[in-house]
């Protein structure tokens, strides 16, 4: 087991960019991806090639260590997370953040989790259930999604079985984001950030 997992952080590191269409109109699955270590990998390679930046870390704790590195390199002190289980954890590691509403359009970083993660497209999938609804991945300049590994599902198709998706009530918001938001409709000039968060990170760690 040790082996197999020093295996699967070693092909995570040494994941690379490649230019890549992820919409590739094809009924038959176009990956192998049978087991969850290969979706893991999978989601990451995507994932990154679209521009997102990738954290795996074996628990919580080696999650937390990071994001606190990254906060303290960045000088992002304005946090906010409205998840209850996730701000346990936060606080748990000594990591401030705010779970006050009204101040979640002035945050620079929005913590939240998601419905699965997209191993073919690289993508996130978000809803407004989640306790901040959409405000915390659309308002501060960085989202951070905190994820586990059986979050990761192989194609945009195998999100429709969710619990969260077969329930009378849909959410009033279904998101699917694979990076920042991007625009050039004014003078031609690449915008970040012109519909929501400038960057986009994945911090995953296994499932407890």
Known sequence: MKDS???ILKRLRQVKSAVKDPYIPNKEPIYSLSEEEDLV????QSFTDNGGKFVYGDTFA???QQLSVLLHQNKWESVACANKQLGNLLRHYDLKYSDDPSKFSDATVGITSCEALIARTGSVFLSSASEAGRSLSILPDIHIVI?????VVSD??????LQSLRADDLPSMLNIASNNSQTADIEKTLVNGAHGPIALYVFMT???
């Open 5 to 7: 997992r020093n295996n």
């Open 206 to 208: 296994e499932a407890t």
């Open 62 to 64: 080696d999650l937390a």
């Open 156 to 161: 945009l198709k195998d999100i429709l079985s």
């Open 147 to 151: 994820a586990t590994t059986n979050q």
């Open 41 to 44: 990998i999978q989601f990451a």
